[in-house]
T-cell receptor
Framework: NAGVTQTPKFQVLKTGQSMTLQCAQD?????MSWYRQDPGMGLRLIHY???????DQGEVPNGYNVSRSTTEDFPLRLLSAAPSQTSVYFC?????????FGPGTRLTVT | GENVEQHPSTLSVQEGDSAVIKCTYS??????FPWYKQELGKGPQLIID?????GEKKDQRIAVTLNKTAKHFSLHITETQPEDSAVYFC??????????FGTGTRLKVLA
């Protein structure tokens, strides 16, 4: 059981570039979510999904897209990176209330 | 919108002393209140949680209390040890979705 895995661990982008942060879980959890963590601001919900084919916006969705074609995978897309998207990104999955977080992706946009 | 306030932002205690972290939530419909511990370079890990129909819950050295009327909940760690040093986050949610997190408390246990 690998739990929640995220790739890459680190990424540097130039302004305007696009990329996809990968998230996968092997626990057959229906609910998955993406958060960003910034100093002094805790974790803020970007997008979440309650099952394959269903996604919805969280607190800070602008500049990010998601899709959920399978139960296992929940990728986060940045279409045109901006310096304000420099952050640590965490993916999480849960069956009921208990959320399991991945190890995070540290993204820097220059 | 809904928010969760967490205090203090940093806390230093001597090994063996107790530590208390407090959170206040704004959404009166919140019914689930988890606490997470985050060690350096890792994702948050659930350490204890409480639901709105319970006033207190204990797990060894860790306890959480909930005051629904005042919309406060607190994390209590007794007999602190150096390995308790980490960042702690509270959160509130209605059911399974849309957790609102506090801003975190950096706990330092001094040996």
């Amino acid at each position: 059981n690998a739990g929640v895995t995220q790739t890459p661990k680190f990424q540097v982008l130039k302004t305007g570039q696009s990329m996809t942060l990968q998230c996968a879980q092997d626990m057959n959890h229906e609910y998955m979510s993406w958060y960003r963590q910034d100093p002094g601001m805790g974790l803020r919900l970007i997008h979440y999904s309650v099952g394959a084919g269903i996604t919805d916006q969280g607190e800070v969705p602008n500049g990010y897209n998601v899709s959920r074609s399978t139960t296992e995978d929940f990728p986060l897309r940045l279409l045109s990176a901006a310096p304000s998207q420099t952050s640590v990104y965490f993916c999480a999955s849960s069956l009921e209330n208990e959320q399991y977080f991945g190890p995070g992706t540290r993204l820097t946009v220059t | 919108g809904e928010n969760v306030e967490q205090h203090p932002s940093t806390l230093s205690v001597q090994e063996g002393d107790s530590a208390v972290i407090k959170c206040t939530y704004s959404d009166s419909a919140s019914n689930y209140f988890p606490w997470y511990k985050q060690e350096l370079g890792k994702g948050p890990q659930l350490i204890i949680d409480i639901r709105s129909n319970v006033g207190e819950k204990k797990d060894q050295r860790i306890a959480v209390t909930l005051n629904k009327t005042a919309k406060h909940f607190s994390l209590h760690i007794t007999e602190t040890q150096p390995e308790d040093s980490a960042v702690y986050f509270c959160a509130a949610s209605r059911g399974t979705y849309k957790y609102i997190f506090g801003t975190g408390t950096r706990l330092k246990v001094l040996a």
